[in-house]
C-alpha cells in the first residue's frame, strides 16, 4: 500500500502544478483571447463530455486491459473496479456541487455585464438557464457560438470539476497500475491529457482553480483505494518475471 500511495501522490503532485500555480497568481478569468486556441481547449473538453466521455472510457478501459494483460477472470475484475472509481467519483462530485453550489465564472461574469444576478440564475431551472444563456448572449461578439451553446449545457454548479476528477482519475490510474509495467508513454500521454482537460475548463470560464485542485485531491483518494484493490484482488501489478525481463530488453540503451 505504501508503494502505491507514493506513486499515485508523485502523479498528483504533477497534475496539482497547474492549478494550483494559476490560484496562487490571482489569475482571473476573462472571455476572449485566441479563438483557435480556446476552440482546440474545446474539443479537448469534449473528450470528457458525454456522449463522448462513454467512448473515452470505453478506450482507456481497454487499453488498460491490454497493457496488464490479466486473464479474463482478473481483468472482468479490473474493468469493475476502473468503471467504479469513475462512477463513485462523479456521484461524489454531484453532491458536493449540490451542497456547495458555487457559480461558474462565466455565470458570475453574465452577473457583472448582463445584469443576471447569480443566485436568481441558479434558482432557475436548468432549461430556463440555458433559454436565459441564449437570450443574453445572442448578440454578444465576444463570445463564438460555440462556446455560447457549450455554456447552455454546462449550467450546474462548479465546485469542484467532474471533468477533472474523469481525466485526473484516469492520469493516477495510470500512474497507479501502468507505472510499475514501464507504460511510460502511456503515462505521459495521461498526465498531459489530463492537464489539458483541466486548463481547458480554466480557460472556457467552467471553473475556478481551486475546483480543479480539490478534484485532483479526491481524485488521487479515490485511485489509491482502487489500485489496492487491484492488487489485492485482481493480480500483482508487478509483472511476471519473463515480462519484467521482456520490459527491461526493451528499455534498455542500444
Known amino acids: 500500500m505504501r508503494a502505491i500511495a507514493k ?11 497547474m492549478p494550483l500555480t494559476v490560484w496562487l497568481s490571482g489569475w482571473q478569468w476573462a472571455p476572449g483571447g485566441n479563438s483557435a486556441w ?6 479537448i473538453t469534449e473528450t470528457v463530455t458525454q456522449p463522448w466521455g462513454i467512448i473515452t472510457h470505453v478506450l482507456l478501459c481497454g487499453w ?43 455565470v458570475v461574469w453574465l452577473e457583472k455585464t448582463q445584469h443576471v444576478p447569480t443566485d436568481e440564475f441558479y434558482n432557475l431551472k436548468r432549461k430556463q438557464r440555458s433559454e436565459l444563456v441564449k437570450t443574453q448572449l445572442a448578440s454578444n461578439t465576444e463570445v463564438p457560438g460555440w462556446l455560447r451553446k457549450h455554456w447552455q449545457k454546462e ?11 474523469f481525466a485526473a482519475s484516469w492520469a493516477l490510474l495510470g500512474v497507479g497500475l501502468l507505472w510499475p509495467r514501464r507504460r511510460t508513454f502511456t503515462l505521459v500521454f495521461l498526465l498531459v491529457w489530463a492537464t489539458g482537460v483541466m486548463g481547458s475548463r480554466l480557460l472556457l470560464g467552467m471553473h475556478w482553480p481551486r475546483d480543479l485542485a480539490v478534484a485532483t485531491l479526491l481524485s488521487w483518494l479515490l485511485v489509491t483505494l482502487a489500485t489496492w484493490l487491484t492488487e489485492r484482488f485482481c493480480v500483482p501489478l ?6 519484467a525481463e521482456e ?8
Open 247 to 254: 520490459i527491461a530488453e526493451r528499455d534498455e540503451v542500444p
Open 64 to 106: 488498460f486491459l491490454w497493457c496488464l494483460r490479466f486473464r479474463l477472470k482478473a481483468a472482468i475484475m479490473l474493468f469493475a473496479i476502473l468503471a467504479a472509481v469513475i462512477l463513485l467519483g462523479q456521484t461524489l462530485k454531484s453532491a458536493i456541487k449540490d451542497r456547495v453550489q458555487e457559480p461558474r465564472p462565466f
Open 7 to 17: 506513486r499515485t501522490t508523485v502523479g498528483a503532485g504533477l497534475l496539482l502544478i
Open 238 to 243: 508487478t509483472p511476471p518475471p519473463e515480462e
Open 155 to 165: 449550467t450546474g454548479f462548479a465546485f469542484p470539476s467532474g471533468h477533472t476528477m
Open 38 to 43: 480556446l476552440k482546440m481547449l474545446y474539443w
